[in-house]
C-alpha cells in the first residue's frame, strides 16, 4: 500500500471484489463446494442468502471506507457449475454515489437500503434469479441500519434519523409496508 502514489491508491479503493467460497456442512467433516465472485464489498451476514439452489448477494463497488459518486449497489445472483460459483443474473444502478447500510432477503424478495445524504429503501424481485428487478425505490431522510421482517408486508427499519444533507440527528423507527 505505502509504494503506490495517491492515483494508485484510489484506484485500489475503487475497485474492489469478493472471493465467495461454498463448503457442504452435511456430514461430519465440512467440504468445499464451489468458489466464486461479486463485484464490490458486502456489508455483513444479512448481504447474502440461499434460495434453493441459488446464492444472492448485495454489494457496493467502491471504496469500502465511504461512498462515491461512482459507488453502486447491486444483487447478483449465483449458481454452481462444477466448482465454480456463476453469475446468473444481477440487478444494479441502486444508490448511485452512496452504499448499502441494511440488507435484508425474505423469501423471493430483498430488501435494501443505501445512504449517503437520504434513505433510498429498495425493493427487489427475485421470483426469476436470472432477472432480478427493482420493484420499487423509497427515498426518505436518515436510514435504516438493521431491517428486520415482521410479517409478510410489514418490514421495521431502525437506524438513524439524518437532515437533508445527510447529517445524521437521533435514532429513527420506520415501519414500511410492503404490501403494493
Not at 458486502?42 to 440461499?50: I, K, P, T, Y
Not at 420499487?136 to 438493521?146: A, P, R
Not at 428486520?148 to 434519523?161: N, R
Request: proline content about 3%.
Amino acid at each position: 500500500w505505502s509504494s503506490l502514489d495517491d492515483e494508485g491508491r484510489m484506484a485500489q479503493e475503487e475497485s474492489y471484489s469478493t472471493q465467495i467460497h461454498g463448503f457442504s456442512i452435511n456430514s461430519d467433516s465440512p467440504s468445499y463446494v464451489a468458489s466464486g465472485t461479486v463485484r464490490g464489498h458486502l456489508l455483513n451476514q444479512f448481504a447474502m442468502s440461499q434460495q434453493g439452489d441459488v446464492l444472492r448477494v448485495a454489494s457496493t463497488d467502491g471504496s469500502v471506507w465511504g461512498a462515491t459518486e461512482s459507488s453502486e449497489s447491486f444483487i447478483t445472483t449465483l449458481t454452481i457449475d462444477g466448482t465454480d460459483l456463476v453469475q446468473t443474473g444481477q440487478v444494479g444502478n441502486m444508490g448511485k454515489g452512496e452504499r448499502i447500510f441494511s440488507v435484508r432477503f425474505v423469501a423471493n424478495t430483498a430488501y435494501v437500503v443505501t445512504f449517503r445524504q437520504t434513505d433510498p429503501f429498495y425493493t427487489i424481485d427475485l421470483t426469476d434469479p436470472t432477472n432480478p428487478e427493482v420493484l420499487g425505490e423509497l427515498k426518505i431522510t436518515g436510514y435504516s441500519g438493521q431491517l428486520h421482517p415482521l410479517t409478510e408486508t410489514l418490514i421495521l427499519g431502525i437506524g438513524q434519523e439524518a437532515t437533508g444533507e445527510g447529517r445524521t440527528t437521533g435514532a429513527k423507527i420506520t415501519l414500511f409496508d410492503v404490501s403494493d
